[in-house]
């Protein structure tokens, strides 16, 4: 219920009226120039060169809403202590009614992530940065909302994939800790449906009956998840804007995967470090749970911008707490959060949060970091945006179970944006008893994180923009130790025309309990941008 509801949340928002058609498509490239300097332990002063192209583009139009934000980067370095390096960094979200009922929708994503959660946290993509992966994921498929007679029936496919490179420059996990399998990719397919009668179309309670089905497949040790349920759930109104709505339902979930190959009694690992497969090994249950889940909670709608949907029952063998809550201040100011409880992969769950992030979104000025790698902000009040930052405290290879909540609020008012984001995610990992000779079902590991970025109009052609984040890891890993992340940047850019110029500074450091080597850097940077 509640991520049906952000979906409908997400295309009330993002749907533009009939009048407001537009087309805006801005390629563009770009030269940079960047100082780094590291602040500790007597660090070296480095400084190198950038070049970068992308394009930033914008349709909206009765029928099609499209948005496309992408950049490359390739940096050339002028001697040994840096390599070179290319990011690319970008988000694409297409949404495009074919008829009343039926619509298609796509999008993707390329960023950067933590590799592991015990190794480095540096929130910069700028100097020598060790445990970065470059993650690219897509997803495409159709919908359906129609009736049949009173009865609304919706329908749905997707179809995702997710890769992530291997990460440069090692992980920087401390000395002794056991090494774990890197991720590689996957393919993802989801099925859903549900039909139901509201309340008052000849029922004195809503009725909907639901079910959905995935088959994820991944690269490394073979992994193959496939997850099914069904449901049913009463809605009882019991005052203006009030009902109460419980539901009941059968689910089967099971995680396989093969051993690693072994030699010596340690993991055979590839020129990536990615565990190579025991072709020989028989397929191995990491989690199978099948049986019956129920929950139990209260919808609150006083009125079409105000939402709120809170549930507590028992799934996955223990108590579970889920819900959703968003309100819309103003046209482009709004505030959303999420309570979420569910068995997942990397895979399937960046691929999911992508598809809930709005065709609207803005894109900020952060030449020294990701600009897609933690919260993203709608330009609408009714589609606040999302976080990702769960999903990228680090690429782990194995299933969990993910819990957790999530916010973001924005603020979009004439040369003004605001955008505020934070949340806890924990993770409890679904393995077999032994991966690659390392036990790890059973171990949890947490993040919490905060961010905030603002940018304002600075006369008739000038901005200026800032962003301050903060982020928490720990693991119940061997030798793992908590992790404290942060940065700051502000940049200013001027327009001259086709042309603009940005200047920008940034701090970026984290450190690590229990180890006196702190890590932080100063950056500095100027560039040019030419737009076609």
Known sequence: ?????????????????????????????????????????????????????????????????????????????YDKDLA??????????????????????????????????????????????????????????????????????????????????????????????????????????????????????GLPVGVTASGSFTREDAGQLDQRFEGKFARGDVVVPVGRGVALTAGIGYEKIQVSQRDALLSGGAPVVDGNGRFVT????PRRIAYNFDGTFWDAGVIWRPSRRTFLEARAGRRYGSMSYTGSASYQIGPGSGVQIGVYDSVETFGQELNGQLTKLPTAFLTTTDPFGNQFGGCIYGTTGAAAGGCLNQVFASTVT??????????????????????????????????PQSVGGVSIDGTSDESVYAQLFASSDVGRN?????????????????????????????????????????????????????????????????GLRYGF
């Open 1 to 77: 219920m509640t991520r049906l509801f952000v979906a409908a949340c997400v295309a009330m928002a993002c749907a533009a009226p009939a009048h407001a058609q537009r087309t805006r498509v801005t390629p563009y490239i770009e030269a940079s120039q960047v100082l780094v300097s590291d602040l500790s332990n007597g660090g070296d002063l480095l400084t190198y060169s950038t070049l970068g192209a992308g394009v930033d583009a914008q349709i909206t139009s009765r029928r099609v809403e499209v948005q496309v934000s992408y950049q490359y980067e390739h940096r050339f370095s």
């Open 84 to 201: 070179d390096d290319s990011m690319h960094s970008g988000l694409v979200q297409a949404r495009a009614r074919i008829t009343p009922e039926l619509t298609i929708e796509g999008g993707a994503i390329a960023a950067r992530s933590r590799a592991d959660i015990r190794g480095d946290a540096l929130g910069t993509s700028q100097g020598n940065v060790r445990n970065s992966s470059q993650v690219y994921s897509a997803y495409a498929g159709p919908s359906l909302a129609t009736h049949a007679g009173p009865a609304f029936v919706n329908a749905a496919y997707r179809f995702g994939y997710t890769k992530v490179e291997a990460p440069n420059g090692g992980t920087g996990v401390p000395a002794g800790a056991p090494a774990l399998d890197r991720y590689d990719d996957s393919t993802v397919h989801v099925a859903t449906a549900s039909v139901g009668v509201k309340s008052g179309k």
């Open 278 to 281: 025991d072709p020989s090994s």
């Open 398 to 431: 194995s299933a969990y179970r993910a819990r957790g909540v999530t916010g973001v609020a924005v603020l979009n008012r004439g040369g003004t944006r605001i955008g505020v984001g934070g949340g806890y995610a924990r993770r409890t990992f679904l393995t």
């Open 462 to 526: 000038g901005s200026i923009s800032t962003s301050v984040f903060g982020s928490y890891y720990d693991s119940d890993l061997a030798n793992a130790q908590g992790i404290l992340g942060y940065g700051a940047n502000t940049a200013y850019t001027h327009e001259f025309g086709p042309l603009s110029a940005t200047a920008s500074l940034g701090l970026f450091g984290f450190d690590r309990e229990g180890d006196s080597n702190a890590s932080a850097q100063a950056q500095a940077l100027v």
